[in-house]
Every structure is written in structure tokens, then in C-alpha cells.
């Protein structure tokens, strides 16, 4: 066994630059130490490509889930690959530097903590988490239309070939849950996800209509049925744990310059170690 760590981050959204200069800064502790991302690394193909490939210089390995900035095509962006394939592209281009999808065997951690599966997953969101008072996708939307709460999801991350994104949702979900049932029943798994497993971390949004773009009802018990002793998740912002069903949920987003400064001004914290739920302070190291 190793003396490493399992670190994770999320919601680097380097497009700012301040927060690419903490992206910069993201170092392991040991020689032994892996890195999670649990998405939104950037917007940008070949942003999100440099920023992995800083990472994967510097930590032994590298765990890459996306999020749902990866997957728009945005209109500043050389690459104009959609949906899927943009998805598959950001794989390959992944697999050229070593760092482990959702697409490739699901790593064990035999370090400090372990063992365990860490297993990055891209499951995507279906519209189940519905906006109050709701009980179709349809008035759910309307109540985010009147609100004026519409993730930028619904012009960017486009969901070909499939009709539409729930559609897309429905084939990771069975592919996905097919390659978790095949995991050795005797390991525990680190389950990481850009968008949470469950739907309690919304029930602190301020805005609530937001959850609809958060998750999926389908995987309400993939926490316990597939043994983990953590998920980690991003994407809404809001560092912090919970337990649910006994299981500790981690989201470890840096998130938006004005947010984390308002939270914890000018020093806000980067890495998690999550098999110890404790948060560590990287070694100050050169930038690229």
C-alpha cells in the first residue's frame, strides 16, 4: 500500500483567470497522490485539453468525468464537434495523455484509504428533478422560462444523435450501470460524478427550478447498491458534505471567481482528500 492520497477538485472553469492561476497552483503532496476531476474544467476543447495535461504532468494519475461545460459547443470554440462526438473527442484526446474516462476499465486505489474502485461516470440529467409544484418536463421548463433560471445548457450542450438530452441520458444510464454491476462485489467504489447521484444536494439552491438540470431520479440508489464509500460530485457550486443512507457525499467545485470569494476570500480551498473528508492545501509550485 502506498502512502498516496486520493485527491478531487471540480468546477476549475479556467476561462477566468484567476482561477486558472489556482488550476496552476494544484500539485500533489506525494509522489503517490491521484487527482479527480469531476468536470467543468473549462469551456474551451483545447483549454480543457492543456489544463488536463498540466494536471496529468504533475500527479501520478489523473480521473477525468464531464461536465456539462465540456460538452457545450460554444461559439467561440475551433472545435465545433456536438454532442457525442465532441464527447468521444474529449475521451481520445484524454487517452493521449494518460488520464482515465468513463470510458476506460474503472482504476483501483490501493493507497492510503484503499482499497477501492474509483469509477468516473457520465450519466448526464433527465428533467426528473422537477422545478416545486411541477409534474411534467414541459411545466417544469415554464417555471424556469418565468423565473428567468435557465441553465445555458438548454442552447449549448447539444444532445446528437439522440432527439434530445434525456434521450442521451437513458443510454449512458444503461451502459453505465452495466459496467458498475460488473465491478468485483467484494471492493467498495469512490463514485465520481460532475452532476450529484441523489437529489438532496439541491434542496439547498437558491434556486430551486435549477435541480432540473441537476441529476436524475434513475440513480436515487447507486450509492448504496454500488457500495461507495464516497460520491463526489460538482456542478452546483456549494463545497461542502453530507451523508445520506450513511455515505458520504463530497462536492468539491472551486467554482466562479465571485463565488468563491465570497465564501472564502482570496485563499478558497482547492483539493480534497476524499477517502479522509478533509480538505488539503496544495505546495506551492510553478505555473505552466
Keep these: 500500500m ?33 487527482l479527480i476531476v469531476a468536470g467543468d474544467v473549462g469551456e474551451v476543447f483545447d483549454e480543457v485539453v492543456a489544463t ?31 454532442g457525442d462526438r465532441r464527447y468521444q473527442q474529449l475521451v481520445a484526446a484524454c487517452r493521449s495523455l494518460g488520464v482515465v474516462t468513463p470510458e476506460d476499465p474503472f482504476p483501483v486505489w490501493t493507497g492510503t484509504g484503499g482499497p477501492v474502485v474509483v469509477a468516473p461516470l457520465f450519466v448526464l440529467y433527465d428533467y426528473t428533478w422537477r422545478a416545486p409544484g411541477t409534474t411534467t418536463k414541459a411545466e417544469s421548463l415554464a417555471y424556469a422560462e418565468r423565473t428567468g433560471i435557465v441553465c445555458t445548457d438548454e442552447m449549448l450542450l447539444h444532445p446528437d444523435p439522440y432527439p434530445s438530452r434525456e434521450a442521451w441520458c437513458d443510454a449512458r444510464l444503461a451502459e453505465t450501470e452495466r459496467r458498475l454491476s460488473a465491478i468485483d462485489p467484494a471492493l467498495p467504489t469512490v463514485l465520481v460524478t460532475h452532476w450529484p447521484l441523489h437529489r438532496h444536494p439541491t434542496d439547498i439552491l437558491r434556486f430551486p427550478e435549477f435541480a432540473q438540470w441537476c441529476g436524475t431520479d434513475r440513480t436515487a440508489d447507486w450509492h448504496t447498491r454500488f457500495r461507495a464509500k464516497v460520491a463526489v460530485y460538482g456542478h452546483l457550486h456549494i463545497r461542502r458534505t453530507t451523508q445520506h443512507d450513511g455515505v458520504r457525499f463530497e462536492e468539491v467545485s472551486l467554482g466562479y471567481p465571485r463565488e468563491w470569494r465570497a465564501r472564502f476570500g482570496e485563499a478558497p480551498p482547492l483539493l480534497r482528500d476524499v477517502l479522509a473528508g478533509e480538505d488539503v492545501e496544495p505546495p506551492v509550485l510553478a505555473g505552466r
Design 2 to 34: 502506498t502512502a498516496g492520497k486520493l485527491l478531487a477538485v471540480s468546477d476549475l472553469h479556467v476561462a477566468y483567470k484567476e482561477n486558472l492561476q489556482l488550476a496552476d497552483r494544484l500539485a500533489p503532496t506525494s509522489d503517490d497522490d491521484w
Design 52 to 82: 488536463l495535461r498540466h494536471l496529468a504532468g504533475r500527479f501520478a494519475k489523473v480521473i477525468w468525468a464531464p461536465g456539462n461545460h465540456e460538452l457545450w459547443t460554444h461559439p467561440k470554440d475551433p472545435v465545433t464537434a456536438r
